[in-house]
Each structure stands twice: as C-alpha cells, then as structure tokens.
C-alpha cells in the first residue's frame, strides 16, 4: 500500500497552497468512458457529510492518511477509472500524484449532515459547476433525497435542477443519485423497493432544462429481480452505487452482477464496502469489483 506522509501534504498545504491548483492544471486526462469499456469509480465523499461509520466501526473513515492510502492502492488497481470525492480529499490525491488519466468527479451537495434535524435539506456545500470545469475535473455529482412529507425536499430539488442545467450549460456530465426517503423513529431511511426506486428514476431524469449530461446513480432494489423493470424507467445512462455490503459479500456480488447486464448500466460507483472490505483486503476487493463488469 501507498504510504502518505501526512506532514509533507501539510508542509505543501502551508507553505504552497497554490501547488494543488497547479497539480490540476498538469494532470493528465482521460475520456468518461474508453471505447466499449465501462465505469468503475470508487467513492469517497461520505466523510464530508459526517458519515465515518462503516459497518459497526463508527469512524472508520476518519483517518485521512488511512483513507489515502487505501484510496491511492484502488486507484492503481488495473480496471480501476477514477474517484468520487469532495474537494478536500481530491486535493490531497492531486499533491499525491493518483489522479493521473483517471476520471475526477468532483462531490456537490454534502450539506445534509448524516443525522441531523436538517439532513434533507441538502445544501450544495461541495463543488460548483465552475470549480468543476476550472479545474479539469471530468464530472460532478449530486444527491437527491425525496421526502414525500417533508417540505425541505422542494428546496433540495430546485437546488438540485440548477445543478443539472450549470453543469450542462459547461457539457459536464452530472451523475444524480436520488432515493425517496421516509422517516422511522426519527430517523431518515432509503426506500429500496421497485416502487420508490422507479419513482425516483423518474423524477431525477425530470431535473433541468436538459437531460443530455445527466447519469444516474442508482441502488440495487431490495429484491434484485425487480431491477430491470425498474430500469425501464428511464434512457439515461446508470451506474450502480455499492452501498453497505454486511456480512454476505459473495450475495451483494451476485446482485450487482445480474445488473450489471441491463442495458442502461454502465458500471459501479463503489466506496465504502471496496476501500474497508471485512478481510481488509483492500486490493482483492477492488479487483473483484472490476472482474464484475
């Protein structure tokens, strides 16, 4: 594994913080997608919204060296296309050196804490559209979470139709991940059935003046054979998000397996269940993750 020595990025971040913007200006870049290949991006963009835990390891993710070093042994994996992350950590991967011909998407909203009274008004705390293209970065993404009996959800998707048409008036592909969302003993919860997840398909392609630049980020539903009824839904391309995989790896492979053949998805965006696997096998995760697409 790469080791990050953390009082290096500091002496940079310190001294020459205007060596990042630098870094971005000389990174090498790289199409989307490679012709016939498909998408596989690893996720990192839950620290940002306070969510550390990974599994019963509450804060798992809260050790950036930790973290950076199992990011930058993924993004050398062979299949591996590029990451998801918010501005701090894309930052420290770009001083790094990782970023190189790999695909950057740039985390938008994380203003909807994990937890919190105010966690569906999900404020676009992260990337703009402009730090996106200033930067070189090949695509954004963005949250959208429904609560049909919480009034907050309007704001969060005016907020989030305004994403879509800012990035697409700068020919960036946005990926929307939308869920319908209901509240359990206080409590913000995901709706995975074929029902709410169809529903949520059809509002976020819906977003903006124009669907040309805009993907989906999309859940495996609850019972995995509803997934190709669900993704009729929509003509826009999909990735699958990976999601807690708990203790029955081997089940959550098949299901992204069997998605994996509709014809609207294009590949996996995996982040917590890749980067802390139960073996702690970083590497064979990752590459078993590739081997599924």
């Known amino acids: 594994m790469t080791r990050v020595d953390a009082s290096e990025l500091v002496r940079i971040r310190t001294h020459h913080p205007e060596a990042i913007a630098e870094a971005a200006a000389r990174r090498g870049r790289r199409p989307l997608l490679r012709p016939g290949g498909r998408l596989m991006i690893v996720a990192a963009d839950h620290p940002a919204r306070g969510a550390l835990a990974v599994g019963n390891r509450r804060l798992a993710m809260a050790n950036r060296v930790d973290l950076l070093e199992r990011l930058c042994l993924a993004l050398s994996r062979p299949g591996v296309d590029g990451v998801l992350a918010t501005a701090d950590i894309l930052d420290d991967l770009l001083l790094l050196g990782a970023l190189e011909d790999r695909v950057v998407v740039g985390s938008m909203n994380r203003g909807g804490l994990a937890g919190a009274a105010f966690e569906l008004d999900d404020r676009f705390t992260g990337h703009r559209a402009e730090d ?23 704001d969060t998707l005016l907020s989030a139709a305004r994403a879509v048409d800012a990035m697409a008036e700068r020919r960036l592909p946005v990926f929307v991940e939308p869920f319908i969302c209901r509240r359990r003993d206080g409590r913000l919860g995901n709706d995975l059935t074929a029902e709410a997840v169809t529903r949520s398909i059809a509002i976020a392609s819906g977003l903006g003046g124009t669907s040309a630049y805009t993907w989906l980020k999309l859940p495996v539903t609850e019972n995995p054979d509803d997934m190709a009824r669900v993704m009729e839904t929509s003509t826009l391309p999909a990735v699958l998000l990976g999601g807690e995989i708990g203790d029955d790896q081997e089940g959550t492979y098949e299901k992204w397996r069997k998605a994996l053949r509709l014809p609207t998805v294009q590949g996996l965006v995996v982040g917590r269940s890749l980067l802390y696997p139960v073996d702690g096998d970083v590497a064979a995760a990752v590459d078993t993750a590739v081997g599924l697409l």
């Open 132 to 154: 996106i293209a200033r930067l070189g970065f090949d695509a954004g993404k963005l949250l959208l979470r429904v609560d049909y009996e919480d009034g907050r959800s309007a």
